[in-house]
């Protein structure tokens, strides 16, 4: 069955995107409203900052779905027949949501809201709604995604991407896929088998510059391409294959932000070979979002340094040879992040839940894996530094580089938060078509669960939003490869995490009971998917401190 014909996909683009730009004239007003509200002496301020948070976030949401509606529109131009139907879906769906916050925002800030209400009961939304948002629509657009078994969402990347994404997502399938679930359910480490092969295909050096026998060409970065591969290794796994890219994704930009020669000379070809495999040290049990203010002790001794203190979340830590330890080196707190520096801990590597390292010079440290509802594999441990010695040669940057440990991590940030939209996606494909299977699969009341329009209903909205992240997340990605597109990173890691959650939690209904049985990876899914807005800039911290912030500080009036 046809979901749309052209002509009608194309009139309701024209309709979405006129409605978008006069959205986004009104968003821009509202932030600019916001500005002011939030600032003092014509600079933000702190104080008013918090006091307006509710409406900072909604604001931060409001872009992000803005940013993905006008991704769709512009791309359904050389869109399948398909997938224009669903950027129709997914921008009228958007635009219903801008106008709810945007109104609420404005009722918060004592704004007059009638403008919106009339745009809201204006013909061309309510056309709008009929014709790409309506229920004869959508359900006719489930029943072509069903038919096409969920394969939605085609984005142009170039050849060389397309051949290795076909190449893991055949790994996945064939090699993760079949170990996921046993990894998750008796929480084992992930074993050797899974990660020796992903050495060989370079899964580890795909943020490294082919200078240091990386996949990244040398001064430039290829993002398209580590998203294509983390996308097709978390369908099959996020915990056990799809985050495996994040530690050295975050780990190497610090040496190629501040490094010295000898030390990129050094770790990154051990990076990017996974040997020895990395984990990233910031969180402490203190200090989580709040990065300026962590506390982890290093105090200068003979050749080196000693670490005390606790770090918690540590993810892989245990089997891990190197961590990436972000840790106080100046004893004055009134430095903030300034008195921060990134030190990378040798370690011995251990499989398993704990493990103790005890150093000749009675330095230890100690690691306990944190039991987690999902994203099981490579455990997340809890720190414990005693007087743990660290060569002066693994100070990042060396004496140059103390003090700049904030700069280091926030460099690998960004890709963090591309890299985990790109996490999100796998996931969702995964759900989405694993809804399908069952919905095809299972009878109730006599007839397919496919065939009743409700599930229709709800297999387009999850493909609709899916295929929208995904376009959104390689256009961010090719933006970042020019140099741009760092406030666009923190929207899609938003809105691609918000969305995971959404489209498993309809994923696991559609299997009724069966989505609550541990045998069925949807249950997987959907607590996999909950961690996705927690780490790599927790939603609120993301939103209120990166989005609104820089949002409201380009509208202060000047
Ligand atoms: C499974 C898992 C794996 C992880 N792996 C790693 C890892 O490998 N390395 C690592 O260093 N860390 C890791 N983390 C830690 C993660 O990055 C932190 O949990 C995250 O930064 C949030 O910090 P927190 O937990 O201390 O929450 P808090 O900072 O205490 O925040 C609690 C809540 O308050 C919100 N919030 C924060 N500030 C504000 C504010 N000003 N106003 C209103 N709300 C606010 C947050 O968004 C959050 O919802 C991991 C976490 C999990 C769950």
């Avoid at 900072?56 to 779905?65: I, P």
């Avoid at 300026?292 to 979340?313: C, E, F, N, Y």
């Amino acid at each position: 069955m046809r979901a749309s014909n052209n002509g009608s996909a194309a009139a309701s683009h024209t309709l979405a995107q006129t409605l978008l730009d006069l959205l986004g004239a009104a968003f821009d007003a509202a932030v600019a409203r916001a500005a002011v509200l939030c600032a003092r002496d014509g600079k933000l301020d702190p104080a008013r900052l918090d006091l307006h948070q509710w409406i900072c976030y909604e604001l931060a949401l409001a872009d992000a779905d803005l940013l993905a509606g006008k991704t769709v529109v512009g791309v359904s131009v050389n869109a399948s027949e398909l997938d224009g139907a669903l950027g129709a879906a997914f921008a009228t769906d958007a635009i219903v949501s801008v106008l709810g916050r945007l109104q609420g925002i404005c009722i918060a800030m004592e704004v007059d809201a009638h403008p919106l209400q009339r745009l809201a009961a204006s013909d061309d939304l309510l056309r709008l709604r009929r014709d790409a948002g309506g229920p004869e629509f959508l359900a006719k657009l489930g029943n072509a995604v069903a038919n096409a078994d969920g394969e939605i969402g085609d984005v142009v990347v170039d050849e060389e991407t397309a051949v290795a994404r076909d190449a893991f997502r055949r790994f996945a399938k064939e090699v993760v896929a079949p170990m996921a679930e046993e990894i998750h359910r008796h929480d084992l480490t992930v074993p050797e088998s899974l990660l020796q092969p992903m050495r060989e295909m370079g899964v580890f050096g795909l943020s490294i510059p082919e200078e240091y026998s990386g996949s990244a060409p040398t001064g430039r970065e290829n993002t398209p391409m580590m998203i294509a591969v983390t996308e097709a290794l978390s369908e099959a796994s996020l915990a056990a294959a799809g985050s495996l890219i994040t530690r050295p994704e975050i780990l190497a930009r610090a040496p190629l932000a501040g490094g010295t020669g000898e030390q990129k000379a050094h770790w990154l070809p051990k990076l990017a070979a996974g040997a020895p495999l990395c984990a990233i040290a910031i969180t402490e049990p203190d200090h989580g979002s709040d990065v300026a203010s962590l506390s982890l002790k290093g105090t200068r001794t003979d050749g080196g340094w000693l670490l005390d203190g606790a770090k918690t979340w540590c993810t892989f830590a245990g089997k891990a040879g190197v961590l990436m330890v972000v840790a106080r080196t100046d004893p004055d707190r009134s430095l903030g992040h300034r008195g921060l520096s990134v030190l990378l801990v040798e370690k011995p590597s251990h499989d398993g839940h704990e493990f103790t390292c005890v150093q000749d010079s009675g330095g230890r440290l100690e690691g306990r894996a944190i039991p987690t509802i999902g994203y099981r594999g490579m455990h997340s441990f809890d720190l414990a530094f005693a007087d743990f010695f660290v060569p002066d040669a693994n100070v990042i940057g060396g004496e140059g580089g103390l003090g700049k440990g904030f700069y280091f991590t926030m460099s690998g940030m960004l890709g963090g938060r591309i890299q985990t939209a790109g996490r999100a996606l796998g996931v969702m494909r995964a759900a989405m078509k694993a809804a399908i299977r069952y919905a095809k699969d299972r009878r109730v009341f006599g007839a397919p669960l496919i065939d009743y329009p409700l599930t229709q209903v709800k297999i387009a909205q999850m493909a609709a939003r899916f295929a929208a992240c995904r376009q959104l997340t390689y256009a961010v990605a090719r933006e970042l490869d020019r140099g741009e597109g760092r406030m666009e990173a923190s929207l899609v890691k938003l809105l691609a995490c918000r969305s995971a959650e959404m489209v498993t939690r309809e994923a696991l209904q559609i299997h009724g009971g069966m989505g609550y049985a541990e045998e069925s990876p949807v249950s997987r899914y959907w607590v996999d998917a909950r961690v996705l807005s927690i780490f790599e800039g927790a939603d609120e911290t993301l939103a209120l401190k990166v989005v609104a912030r820089a949002l409201l500080e380009a509208a202060l009036p000047r």
